[in-house]
């Protein structure tokens, strides 16, 4: 992109007569459409969600940026009481997770388990 300079603002500068170019190759507005990405600000951003996407070990590896969330993390700690039978297992459980999270269900782990001695 190339823009003349107002001829005021120019001579507000002490510049008299002369003329002013300014030229920015607009780097990152060709960044958002080779990416998709859809605000500029995001360029700014120290988010580590944004910045990851763009680590790749090989230059030529093709990047698709992934929106991210306007939900702040929410770690939730969820216990239950199953029977003694090893009826339900824990990779239903995950599935019924991300069936009704979708795209908002970023990970689920099992962190412990726990059985009372009787």
Known sequence: MCVK???SFVSAAGAGSKVGWAFGLGLERLA???YN???IRLFWSQDDRFLR??????????ICFQPLSRYPPLHNDISFWLPETPSFHQNDFYEM???IGGDLVERVSLLDEFTHPK
């Open 97 to 99: 997770v991300r069936s």
């Open 53 to 62: 996407q763009f680590r790749v070990s090989d230059i030529q590896q093709p």
């Open 37 to 39: 990405i859809p605000d």
């Open 5 to 7: 300079v107002c001829v």
């Open 32 to 34: 958002m459409v080779l």
